[in-house]
């Protein structure tokens, strides 16, 4: 329907949009493309994150993610097509941080992991998985190292404050999606002076 008045052409499913008719840019009765909803889905999960600090210097962190459900095939529900979650069931990290503030400096290493997943995200899907009808391939796990650290020169009267953030330390190659690039080595460095 474009200003009340259906559009000719149209055949088989009802089919209309309503758009506004006072601008150019919105005047057209063109077909919007969106998502369709398919109901209720049920899948649980659960967060947890711990922090043990030891002493005045060192200190410990880790996390971990769970959800039961990362796939919902839609031959076992009256949907029309699959639904994937495009996110890790499980997923994790740990990290070890030491703090000298006397002498002006931190250093923190972390791990991080994550499951790989099936993609079914508009164009972006994962292949099918040839050996387990009606499932998709997940994208490959992965495990990387960050490292990051801090300096408080004593030239720059504390003041001044350099830090190097280094990501997948390793230079592991993957994928955090489908259709996206291998992520590599990503090497962060800031100076900053406060006055």
């Not at 769970?66 to 097509?81: E, H, I, L, M, Q």
């Not at 290493?109 to 998709?136: Q, W």
């Not at 259709?179 to 900053?192: A, E, M, Q, W, Y």
Request: cysteine-free; charged content about 15%.
């Amino acid at each position: 329907i474009s200003g009340g008045k259906a559009v000719d052409g149209t055949t088989g499913v009802p089919l209309a949009t309503v758009v506004p008719t006072n601008s150019a840019i919105t005047e057209r009765p063109d077909i919007f493309l969106t998502y369709r909803n398919f109901g209720s889905i049920d899948f649980y999960g659960a967060d947890l994150a711990l922090d043990y600090v030891v002493g005045n210097h060192l200190a410990f962190s880790g996390s971990y993610s769970y959800v039961n459900k990362d796939y919902f095939p839609g031959s076992a529900s009256d949907r029309p097509t699959d639904v994937a979650l495009n996110a890790s069931k499980s997923k994790g990290s740990f990290s070890a941080a030491y703090r000298d503030d006397p002498g002006g400096w931190s250093l923190e290493g972390r791990f991080r992991a994550v499951k790989g997943f099936p993609i079914n995200s508009g164009v972006y899907i994962s292949p099918p998985d040839l050996e387990h009808a009606g499932k998709l391939l997940p994208i490959a796990s992965y495990g990387v190292m960050d490292m990051q650290g801090t300096w408080k020169p004593s030239f720059g009267d504390g003041n001044m404050l350099i830090s190097v953030n280094v990501q997948n330390l390793f230079n592991k190659h993957y994928a955090t999606f489908v259709g996206v690039p291998n992520l590599g080595r990503f090497v962060l460095t800031k100076i900053s002076y406060t006055y």
